[in-house]
């Protein structure tokens, strides 16, 4: 316990040294006086949410890779601490190189205990999925010797899945290599569509992810299509975020045989500008219908905190036509939802799009959660219903009050009903008197 105990004040000191050192390389940059950055930029009101880079950032930029080097020795030997102490954080060998550097970012220890946890839940995560998986396995091993030992035993032919069948079994490697070569066909035939990965400085870590995660499921759900496109994914920056991230969910992006376009240059080196159409929802032109001649570019970019239009600027800049999908035309957007798409329901849009040519079946992917659909059909539904409650509660049953045409008084309309209805003389309908008073005289003379 006290060696526990001497480690973690060794760790704590050694942190507070090298925030010290790091603080006053820091002011030494700043010509070292400590009055000189308030002096020089006058206070005003800076939006945290529109920056991507914290404060604690643009102090590090002085710092040294010694400095940073210590101090990464420093955060292993705390986590390490914190692990053999029983917290909730992983063990040292679950840390990869790139949690190393988001530890690094993470300006307070609340914010690295936090960040601890998530990790410690990922590791729990997976140890179960590992036993569960090792337990499957002993069962599927102990079910084919039971099934061999049953096999040995009989000497006739069973029929069936996994015996005897005229049924071929398709493996799912087999459909792997056939979605792939469909997508190698689409290469070849299939219009062009180009994701622009640009953007990485704009985004923090989070927003790298999620637009990592998106660019993976964009080339899933392609490749799952009838008449997939042939994604570019182009301005890609290997040693970025973003392009890190999507390598860890698709590790064979980069193989020769892997049908996937990944391209260090700008879609403007490999096709001409006259065919190019950049999607941006900043643009006042909509794109009425679907050119299979254009190449239409969606910008890679998750903006969840910085809502410039970036990609406004960027088709300026290169010179590049402009359109946004009708989204108002054909929707009704809901209170409080904002309008904003991921890029695999827009690569969803533009495949049905390409497909029907018709708008409405192509939103279809849009978030129901996010429009209204057919305000007037759920009002009238609603005065309907309302109508018909009305109509409910006046609906009283009569045929019961004739059996008490002596005493009235016993006459109720709540009362009990008979459960057949019988017949009574002199209840004819008559045409001729109806509505005319005459049969009101003839009984008043009676």
Known sequence: ??????????????????????RHAAESS??????AGSEETPNKFVNPFSQPTSVV????????KEDRDKRLK???????????????????EFFKDHHWEHVLTLPTKSARIKYYAYLWQIEMRKESEQKKKAQRAEDTERRIAEMRKEREENTHIIYGLGHT????????????????????????FAPKIVLDCSYDEHMNNREASYAAKQLMLCFA??????????????????????MQSLKRYIPTMLNPEFPMNV????????????????????????????NPDDVYVVGAMVDTMNNEPLSLAKAKRLGLRMAKLPLDRYLQWGSGSGKSLTLNQMINIMLDLKKTGNWDAALKHVPRRKVVENEFQHRREKDSWGTGTRARKLNMRIDHLLDYEDDRRRATSFATPQKVRQRREGMEFQLDTWATGKQKKKQNRN
């Open 1 to 22: 316990m006290l060696k526990t105990i001497a480690r973690w004040r060794l760790g704590s000191q050694l942190l507070k040294g090298c925030t010290t050192s790091v």
């Open 30 to 35: 700043s010509g070292g006086n400590p009055f």
């Open 57 to 64: 950032s643009t102090e590090r930029i002085s710092e040294t």
């Open 74 to 92: 420093v955060l292993q030997l705390e986590a390490d601490i914190a692990h053999q102490e029983g917290r909730r954080v992983p063990a040292f």
């Open 165 to 188: 069948s005229m049924f071929l079994r398709i493996y799912d490697s087999t459909i792997n290599h056939w979605q792939n070569n469909r997508l190698t066909r689409a290469m070849q």
């Open 221 to 242: 759900e392609n490749r799952l299509n009838d008449e997939p496109f042939d994604l570019h994914y182009c301005n890609a920056q290997m040693d970025g975020r973003c």
């Open 263 to 290: 391209h260090p240059q700008c879609f403007t080196e490999l096709f001409p500008k006259k065919n190019l159409v950049y999607l941006t929802p900043h643009c006042r032109e909509d794109l009425v219908s679907y």
